[in-house]
């Protein structure tokens, strides 16, 4: 079901941070080193990350990975590690004495753990001086509003689309952001242009999320749904200047599980969403993709409708269409809203397995189940929020 209720998908591609594990299996978290090898020994606790690293982990991982800091063999029998507890490594101090080292965990999370939504590409700074330092601190501030604080994945490209100088790197994370230094002892070299690009939680990209857009069928070259195609075929429905995105297939399926990464040209809120087909052997053709944007919370700012109860349970469902909403009460309701909200008239639950639709685009359905066990749908009603367009001409 493509709706407001609907679950959010994985967007991480294998080179950020969050990424997805085989066949679409849970998506990895960054590296953690919470603990040094003092006193008792070291401890990773899982108890311990979700306190000091909120938002960044799972509260019930699928899997835990455990390395030394310094790449040496793991002490086994000084360490015990689970998805329930984490990781504990106990010095042993009998003879022959035994001290833990120091040793870093990441998790397996399930996939909706990942989901969020990507920003645009970011280039602050220039290869000049010590190096190309592009930080999450002086992101977060030279771009207010375009950047949690807290991102869940990270991806770092050149500008030129040549390989990462792994060997300059200082630092490669959602915590840090990105940097490379220079080296200047022969043999010299220096640090090319980077950008970085950050996976953000759903809290971030909830601000204000536009209608799923399917512009383009995956003929031809591939499947372009191009931001600036968008906003000419789909005006006052998406912001000029997204600070977010999300991608998938028709069916549901998120763009990195899709199998298509290497197909996949670009995927920010800058450009848009391009699937490239690959002609050459093995030919491999784009599946259909859908794109949905996250936009500054002033591009929503627009106006709400009254609640509209349109339809009463009865016959296959309750149906508070857009179209037959239109219809009905012309001039109370605009043709592109940017949001929808639902509820049941006597405040319960909404029946979300019974639900078909709820989006700007075909408006809300809910469909009787007649098979055992038999469940009929609530009374329910909708309204809408508009563009500043409409609002102003309703005096609003």
């Known amino acids: ?26 998506c990895k978290t960054r590296w953690f080193d919470r603990d040094d090898p003092s006193g008792v020994g070291d401890y990773e606790t899982l108890s311990n990350l979700l306190q000091e690293y909120p938002g960044q982990l799972c509260a019930k991982p699928l899997g835990i990975e455990v390395q030394t800091l310094d790449g040496s063999p793991l002490q ?33 999370c399930p996939d909706n753990f990942c989901s ?5 590409w970011f280039d602050r700074d220039d290869p000049s001086g010590v190096g190309d330092y592009e930080t999450l601190s002086n992101l977060l501030q030279e771009n ?13 490209r050149t500008l030129d689309g040549s390989p990462l100088q792994t060997s300059l790197i200082q630092y490669y994370d959602t915590a840090s952001g990105f940097g490379c230094m220079n080296k200047y002892d022969p043999p010299a070299e ?59 297939t028709l069916d549901g399926i998120l763009a990195v599980s899709s199998g298509q990464n290497s197909l996949i040209q670009y ?30 919370k002033s591009f929503c700012s627009g106006c709400k409708t009254q609640w509209f109860d349109r339809d009463d349970p009865s016959g296959y469902g309750d149906y508070e269409t857009l179209s037959n909403l239109l219809q009905e009460y012309p001039g109370q309701l605009c043709a592109n809203p940017l949001e929808i909200e639902v509820q049941t008239l006597d405040g319960s639950p909404l029946q ?36 500043q367009s409409f609002c102003q001409g309703k005096g609003r």
Request: net charge neutral; charged share 20%; hydrophobic share 30%.
């Open 76 to 108: 086994t029998s000084l360490i015990h590690s689970d998805t329930t507890n984490g990781f504990s490594c106990q010095n042993k101090y009998d003879p022959p004495a035994e001290m833990c080292k120091d040793y870093k965990v990441r998790f397996t």
């Open 1 to 26: 079901m493509r709706a407001l209720l609907s679950m959010l998908l994985v967007l991480s591609f294998a080179s950020t941070e969050c990424t997805t594990g085989p066949s679409g299996k849970g």
């Open 144 to 156: 207010p509003g375009q950047l949690c604080s807290n991102p869940i994945g990270i991806e770092a």
């Open 190 to 248: 220096m640090c090319k242009d980077y950008k970085v690009q950050f996976t953000c939680p759903d809290s971030f990209c909830s601000v204000c999320t536009t209608r799923w857009f399917d512009r383009d069928d995956p003929s031809g070259k591939g499947d372009y749904e191009t931001l600036s195609d968008l906003l000419t075929e789909f005006p006052n429905q998406l912001c000029a200047n997204p600070i977010g995105i999300k991608a998938q």
């Open 352 to 387: 979300t397995s019974l639900i078909q639709y709820s989006d700007t685009t075909t408006g809300f359905v809910c469909l009787n189940k007649l098979t055992p066990p038999v469940l009929f749908c609530k009374d329910y009603k909708v309204r809408f929020s508009c563009p």
């Open 116 to 120: 969020g939504c990507k920003t645009r």
């Open 267 to 296: 995927y920010d809120p800058t450009t848009g969403f391009v699937c490239q087909n690959q002609l050459s052997a093995p030919v491999q053709l784009c599946k259909d993709y859908e794109v949905q944007f996250t936009c500054p």
